[in-house]
């Protein structure tokens, strides 16, 4: 290795760096559910909740791609903190004031996760459960978006279409003014809410709790739910960051569209992804629902990318403290030529965002839906001392024209909002608007140009 | 990587007219009169020998591009010489290379860029600069090899040749092609002391230029490397331009200095001749991600000429492979699936199939800079910033007590996508094979953390070539 040929190291970080939407954010400490059992540590407390700050702040200060620290103080930040740190007794309350400290940076993909929470191998899959409900941002909430048969929300009388109001004692309405003092924007807001709600409801398999639930017609009920194993695979650990449960869905419309939806951008997932893709015909379209997909592995982007363009491309760059990332494309030799209609929403995160966005920006796809969440910051995880994961965002990702998807999102090119009248109806109008769309574009390429007509030779007399 | 097309021509020229003397010692050594008559018609062809006694001096300013497999440097070079061995060239690269000069006062040779350094010229350089810059170079080429037979007719571009072997003093003997009607020199063949070595050049598009037929076209054609030189301007017997500033006393010294920490590290890597003579390498390294907690298990493959293989195996992310087998670049992935590697990537990526890398460095850096010494990890250093004409390489720290490389503050890159300013550190140095490799390196950027440990190295292990070709499973 010479000078400027560590060339070999900056590929395989690229496919490691990952853009997965953080656990839940500082202002949302006081919500967590999840008891911190207390680790055997070799440490006294006080050393080892010292070093936990100081690696916290320390790492911040070291990796966070803005120098300026977007203008907050970081050094004022670890002095006002620091003089905390001796009132806190427990991993607990030293997750919620590292989460405090981390919000006051207000950005995305900083967060404290509980070593319990996360699931590293197969014997700690029971970590995470399921109810079988996914949810989705509306304008005023929470709603349901999704009840997968036979599953916990499902036997509980969960309907798709229902907001939700309430997770145990946490009522949503009057965090969501909590997060509107703290100043965080609106499209941030509506992402948190619905993270907040996905990450509570996959506590530890058999975790009882209860939802608050209204109607399309506004009734209020509750449920009793308890979380179950997650029924589908689930992804390998990537050094520090966590398995997550997988699920992926490919299906050939009856007009030959092909729908695909992945749940987070898993290694996994790519090879039925690309299987799928290949195997869609020239006149075909393709339909790809990032819909509360939270993001992941950041390579993944340019990876199904490559499955969609002609020649080599670029979906934008990535800001480090000190250099940049780019994130090149690679034409793959079957690739799939017809229309993409993209769905997004407010949940749709990070990763989701640098692909939407890309495909976008390269003219390559439509999108249909929601501005998404605004959460696109690669990031990378490290362990603690206290055991406790520390997920921090080391980059900033900037489309191909130049512009941040970090607290703006990515605005659809065909807004469609659902309503949950059309959700409870069983109707999802952002899915219709994409079809529609990929016929439309079929029908303008079997149509022969109007000039043709108009110059049609007259009959000889 | 592209090289500086200067310095590959003044390999060449070395090649060519090892041993050769500004004045001929003793006439032509012919050992036919089929040689002469070759040489003959070739000296009558360009130009005949009394207008080349009466060239002093030339001027030639040319356009040069170099491509591999579409990557594509070029660059501008202005150039005059002398027959007395003088010579003075202003190379322009594009930014951040900018202009290099180069010059031979006839006492000392340097090279001179205003941001990134200074250097000498060998004496063997400027020997070899000034006879290929010779404005008489025709009439004197006969004079610069101890051997000269004549071979069968060959063929070149559909062009009767007749066709002589000349051994230089050193180096290995070199094959060149005269058009048989015309006497113009039209190719020549150098093997090289390794594969990768071999050169070839051809010139083409001839004209008369102040009496004397000079070609305007010269290819050169190296491992893959096409280096194309247009002249634009060629005029002999211009005054020279003494313009060039000779060195200071600062840059002389801080020269001699930056010389001998270069020769320092040379002499730390072991056995030069065993590191020329290995065939193949395989090393087997864990490269731990310390930001994100990934290891990586990585597989290096490396045979010579120019055939490579790195696998590599992550946990959660699973195999990614790439390699070169001497035809098509590769790279397949669970991510990405099967593609090619072109152009710079390619580029790139075959400069890890260098065997003779680690001692390439001395030579790679044709510009210097003496920084003040200071101390890595403890040890006390010498510091270089090294460059060649095209940019900076980096700021290469060497220990004071033992020569050896222990840091290089540099950029990485990939393509043209990535740049992202790495400090390597290097570490845990051990004997192989005769030669000194690190077998801990530490890459440090603010956002990531990067350890390589080394748990195999082995050389001239039998490789089956099957292993490089392109695993197109998945294309």
Redesign the interface.
């Known amino acids: 290795?010479?000078?400027?040929?560590?060339?070999?190291?900056?590929?395989?970080?690229?496919?490691?760096?990952?853009c997965a939407a953080a656990p839940a954010s500082s202002a949302d400490a006081a919500a967590e559910t999840t008891p911190a059992p207390a680790t055997t540590a070799e440490l006294d407390w006080p050393t080892m909740r010292q070093r936990t700050f100081d690696e916290v702040w320390i790492t911040v200060n070291?990796?966070y791609?803005d120098p300026t620290f977007g203008g907050v103080d970081w050094a004022a930040v670890r002095t006002e903190f620091a003089a905390r740190l001796p009132d806190v007794a427990d991993k607990a309350a030293l997750r919620l004031l590292l989460q405090q400290m981390l919000g006051e940076l207000k950005r995305s993909h900083f967060g404290i996760v509980p070593r319990e929470a996360a699931v590293f191998t197969p014997a700690e899959r029971a970590r995470i459960g399921t109810i079988g409900a996914e949810f989705t941002a509306l304008a005023d909430g929470v709603y349901v978006f999704r009840v997968h048969p036979d599953s916990p929300a499902a036997r509980a009388g969960v309907h798709v279409g229902d907001a939700v109001t309430r997770v145990n004692e946490t009522v949503l309405a009057e965090l969501d003014a909590r997060l509107t003092e703290y100043g965080m924007p609106p499209a941030r807001r509506r992402h948190h809410l619905t993270w907040a709600v996905t990450t509570w409801t996959r506590a530890a398999v058999g975790t009882e709790f209860t939802l608050g639930l209204r109607a399309p017609d506004g009734t209020e009920r509750s449920v009793q739910l308890a979380t179950a194993p997650h029924p589908g695979e689930w992804?390998?650990?990537?050094?520090?960051?966590p398995?997550e449960p997988l699920e992926f869905e490919s299906v050939r419309e009856a007009d030959g569209t092909g729908y695909l939806r992945l749940n987070v951008f898993a290694?996994p997932l790519?090879?039925p992804l690309?299987a799928f893709v290949r195997q869609l015909p020239a006149d075909a379209g393709l339909i790809l629902d990032l819909r509360a997909n939270p993001g992941g592995?950041t390579?993944?982007a340019?990876?199904i990318t490559?499955?969609l363009v002609s020649h080599d491309v670029?979906l934008g760059?990535m800001r480090?403290?000190?250099?940049?990332?780019?994130?090149?494309a690679?034409?793959?030799?079957?690739h799939f030529d017809g229309p993409v209609a993209v769905l997004i929403d407010g949940a749709s995160a990070s990763t989701s965002e640098i692909l939407a966005a890309g495909l976008q920006g390269l003219g390559r796809a439509r999108l249909f839906g929601e501005t998404s969440a605004g959460a696109a910051l690669p990031s990378?995880?490290?362990?603690l001392p206290t055991g406790d994961l520390f997920q921090y965002a080391?980059?900033d990702v900037q489309t191909i024209k130049g512009e941040t998807i970090e607290g703006h999102g990515v605005v659809p090119d065909v807004p469609v909002a659902s309503t949950p009248a059309q959700l409870a109806a069983g109707e999802d109008p952002v899915l219709a608007a994409a079809r529609a769309w990929i016929a439309a574009e079929h029908a303008a390429r079997e149509t022969p140009p109007a000039s043709a007509v108009a110059t049609a030779p007259a009959a000889s007399p | 990587?592209i090289r500086s097309a200067l310095l590959l021509l003044a390999a060449l020229a070395l090649l060519l007219f090892a041993g050769c003397a500004t004045t001929p010692a003793s006439g032509p050594r012919y050992d036919s009169s089929a040689v002469a008559d070759v040489f003959e018609r070739y000296i009558t062809a360009s130009g005949g020998r009394a207008t080349l006694a009466g060239a002093q001096t030339l001027f030639v300013e040319e356009d040069v591009v170099s491509e591999r497999d579409g990557a594509r440097i070029s660059y501008t070079v202005l150039r005059c010489s002398t027959t007395a061995g003088l010579f003075s060239l202003c190379t322009t690269f594009a930014e951040p290379g900018g202009i290099t000069d180069m010059a031979f006062n006839g006492e000392v040779g340097w090279r001179r860029n205003a941001a990134l350094g200074f250097s000498f010229l060998s004496p063997a350089e400027c020997q070899s600069l000034a006879a290929i810059f010779n404005p008489q170079r025709a009439v004197r080429v006969s004079y610069s090899y101890r051997r000269q037979m004549r071979l069968p007719d060959s063929v070149v571009h559909g062009r009767a040749c007749h066709t002589l072997l000349l051994t230089p003093n050193s180096g290995t003997a070199e094959t060149w092609h005269f058009d048989a009607v015309t006497g113009q020199l039209l190719r020549i063949e150098s093997p090289g002391l390794t594969p990768e070595q071999s050169v070839a050049l051809e010139f083409d598009d001839y004209r008369i230029v102040d009496g004397q037929i000079y070609p305007f076209v010269e290819r050169r054609f190296e491992a893959g490397t096409v280096t194309t030189t247009t002249r634009k301007v060629v005029r002999f017997n211009r005054d020279f331009p003494d313009t060039r500033a000779n060195p200071s006393f600062t840059e002389l010294t801080e020269a001699a200095e930056a010389d001998r920490i270069l020769n320092r590290y040379a002499a730390s890597l072991g056995d030069l001749q065993a590191l020329a003579s290995f065939t193949s390498r395989y090393m087997e390294s864990v490269?731990e991600?310390?930001?994100?907690?990934?290891?990586?298990v990585t597989r290096l493959t490396i045979k010579r000429p120019n055939r490579v293989l790195?696998e590599?195996e992550?946990?959660?992310?699973?195999l990614?492979a790439r390699g070169y087998d001497g035809t098509t670049g590769w790279s397949a992935?669970?991510?990405?699936?099967?593609?090619e590697l072109t152009g710079l990537e390619l580029a790139?990526?075959l400069?890890?199939a260098d065997l003779y890398?680690n001692a390439r460095?001395p030579a790679?850096a044709q510009l210097r800079r003496l920084l003040p010494a200071t101390e890595v990890s403890g040890h006390p250093v010498n510091v270089l910033a090294?460059a060649t004409m095209q940019g900076?390489?980096?700021t290469?720290y060497f220990s004071k007590e033992n020569g050896r490389l222990l840091r290089?503050d540099?950029?990485?890159?990939?393509?043209?996508?990535?740049?992202?300013?790495?400090q390597?550190e290097f570490s845990d140095f051990r004997l192989v094979d005769g030669v000194i490799f690190p077998f801990v390196?530490t890459?440090t950027?603010?956002?990531?953390r990067?350890v390589t440990t080394v748990t195999s190295l082995q050389h001239n292990v039998p490789v089956d070539d099957a292993i490089f070709r392109p695993r197109r499973e998945?294309?």
């Open positions: 290795m010479r000078g400027r040929t560590t060339r070999w190291l900056l590929p395989w970080f690229c496919s490691v760096v990952l070291e990796s791609f992804s390998e650990p990537v050094g520090n960051f398995a290694v790519m090879r690309r592995l390579a993944m340019p990876g490559g499955l670029s760059r480090l403290r000190e250099g940049e990332l780019g994130f090149p690679y034409a793959q030799k079957h990378a995880f490290k362990q080391i980059g | 990587m490269l991600n310390k930001s994100s907690g990934t290891k990586t790195v590599e992550t946990p959660g992310i699973g990614s992935n669970e991510v990405e699936g099967y593609r790139q990526f400069g890890s890398a460095l790679s090294l900076p390489l980096g290469f290089v540099g950029i990485a890159t990939s393509g043209t996508h990535s740049s992202v300013p790495m390597v390196i890459a950027n603010p956002a990531m990067l998945d294309e």
